[in-house]
Structure formats: structure tokens, C-alpha cells
């Protein structure tokens, strides 16, 4: 992101050395590749969906001791054909693949998510989970698999997501894991720790998300957080308060400090933006210096707010 290139620059200038910059996605699948190699390496492109608000969604851990426990399906199939050992990804298969635990998890979500979520989650599963058309022609001369425009030969088909994994996903693999081995370390090595925590915009990010990166701080390390819980971008992911996402982080004993004033817009604009949040009538006509500041226009219908 741009942000991080220019923390990144900075902290070299400054000389600074040994501090890991990054979005959380990148973190987050950086992580898990290296303790997980088997998980795919193609992230599917992020979209504003109902599935990935579900796979976000604090209800979906209520159902995290089934898995780890092993459900009806689970045993038929230990018992059945399988010939390799059971690894992290097909505890997502377990997980996404059964529509009595999803159906649940919407159930425990309280009306938040849409019951035609499950469908859209198997659907998705179920393509990602498939084998790419390269791999299901593996025995196919590798020149006859060659497209016109170089791509692969499920892009822009049904198939497109075929071995890819979420990137809302990450978060979920270790939490799983965690609850299955009782520890974030793998054979190929154990999660990041880190002195120092900084975290920029925590209002967007899932408390599973958050509970990852709280056990990424190193005993007796720190978190400074930052964020404004009244400026979400991310529409599937609902803020529960600056208290929880503490208690999520390992910090239930912390102090916050409110910024009183506002240095991105003028006074006048932020005062009607305290007076929108407030909920208290909003003046419809601004006076003296602020009219310069403030335009109102009237439109008559929604159409119109969109031209």
C-alpha cells in the first residue's frame, strides 16, 4: 500500500532497521505459507461478498469445536478413501463444505447474515476446491494447454477460483489450527512474535483477525492501535467498540487517548460531521465564514445523488 512505502522509506532514513511493515493480508498470508506450504498460493481476488462476510463473521467460530472434534462427515470420510494424512486445508473443506454447520453459523448470527449465504459458500467451495483444468490435463502435451493470450485456461470461465484460497481465509487456518494443536507452531516453524505492535485502522479488521495478530506480540511486548470506530470502509465486518477489540488484541488492560479535534478538513466540516454522528438535528443553512466551507444541494430523488 502506499502507506506502508512510505513507513517503510521513512524507517530507512531514519535508520531504522528490523520492523516488518505490512497490510494485514499481507502479513496474515505470509504467515501462513510459510507454517502451512500446503495451502495454495493464488489468493482469490477480494470482493465485497456475503461469503466473505461470513467467513469474517464472529459467529463462524461457534462452530470451530466440531471441526476440531471431528464431525459425521469428517469420520466417514477418515474411514473411507482417504490415503494421506489430513492437513489444514481440508479442515476448511470440513468447515465451508458442510451445510448443517453453515446453516448454523447464520443461525447464531443473529439476523446478519442472509440465509442464501450457504448456498453461495458451497457453490464457492466447491470451485475452489476443484483441481485447475492444467492439473485435470496434466497428461496433456504442455503445448496443447497453451492459450491464445497466455492465460490460464480457467480464466474467465466458472472455474476461474479453482485451487485458490480466500484471503479471509488466513485468519481462519490458524484458528483452527490453534484450537487442533493447541499452538500456533507447525513443524515448519511457529507464528511471529513481535515487541512492538502497531495497528493502523483496527475498526476494519474481524475480531478472528484481530485475536491472530494479539498473539503475534511477544511476552511482555506492547500494542499501540489506532483507528476511528465511525470511519469503516469494509461494510461485512460490524465494529464492536475499542473495549473488545482490546480484550481481542490480549489488551483488556490498556489506555485510550480521543482526539479532540480534527487537522484533515476545516472546522465547519467536522462540526457537521460530529452533529451527523450525534444524531441531533443538522442546520440546513451555514452562516458567516462557514458558508464558504459548506454547499448544500437538495436533490429530489436517490437517482440523482449518484450523478
Not at 492439473?135 to 479453482?162: I, K, N, S, Y
Request: with cysteine.
Amino acid at each position: 500500500s502506499g502507506l506502508g512505502r512510505l513507513v517503510s522509506r521513512s524507517l530507512t532514513e531514519l535508520g531504522v532497521a528490523g520492523v516488518t511493515v505490512a497490510t494485514f493480508a499481507e502479513w496474515a498470508a505470509g504467515q501462513a505459507w510459510r507454517l502451512f506450504p500446503e495451502l495454495p498460493r493464488r489468493v482469490a481476488p477480494a470482493e465485497d461478498s456475503a461469503v466473505a462476510q461470513l467467513k469474517r463473521h464472529p459467529a463462524l467460530c461457534t462452530v470451530f469445536a466440531e471441526i476440531v472434534a471431528g464431525t459425521p462427515a469428517m469420520r466417514a470420510v477418515r474411514a473411507g478413501y482417504r490415503d494421506r494424512p489430513e492437513t489444514v486445508r481440508d479442515l476448511l473443506l470440513h468447515l465451508y463444505g458442510d451445510r448443517v454447520l453453515m446453516r448454523r453459523v447464520v443461525a447464531a448470527a443473529d439476523g446478519e447474515l442472509g440465509e442464501e449465504v450457504v448456498g453461495e459458500l458451497l457453490a464457492h467451495t466447491r470451485v475452489q476446491f476443484a483441481r485447475t483444468t492444467e492439473h485435470a490435463l496434466a497428461h496433456v502435451d504442455r503445448e496443447r494447454l497453451q492459450t491464445l493470450d497466455c492465460q490460464p485456461l480457467d480464466a474467465g470461465t466458472p472455474t476461474a477460483l479453482a485451487e485458490t484460497i480466500d484471503g479471509e481465509d488466513f485468519a481462519v487456518v490458524f484458528a483452527l489450527h490453534r484450537r487442533v494443536s493447541g499452538g500456533d507452531a507447525t513443524r515448519h516453524g511457529a507464528l511471529a512474535r513481535y515487541q512492538h505492535v502497531l495497528l493502523d485502522e483496527a475498526q476494519e479488521l474481524a475480531p478472528i483477525e484481530l485475536e491472530l495478530l494479539g498473539r503475534a506480540v511477544a511476552a511482555g511486548g506492547s500494542v499501540t492501535v489506532a483507528g476511528d470506530g465511525n470511519q469503516q470502509v469494509d461494510a461485512g465486518t460490524r465494529f464492536r467498540g475499542w473495549p473488545a477489540a482490546m480484550t481481542e488484541l490480549g489488551q483488556a488492560e490498556h489506555t485510550t487517548v480521543t482526539l479532540a479535534h480534527s487537522y484533515r478538513c476545516p472546522p465547519a466540516i467536522e462540526a457537521l460531521a460530529r452533529e451527523v454522528l450525534s444524531g441531533t438535528p443538522v442546520a440546513t443553512r451555514a452562516r458567516g465564514q462557514d458558508a464558504a466551507t459548506l454547499v448544500w444541494t437538495r436533490h429530489e430523488q436517490r437517482a440523482h445523488l449518484v450523478c
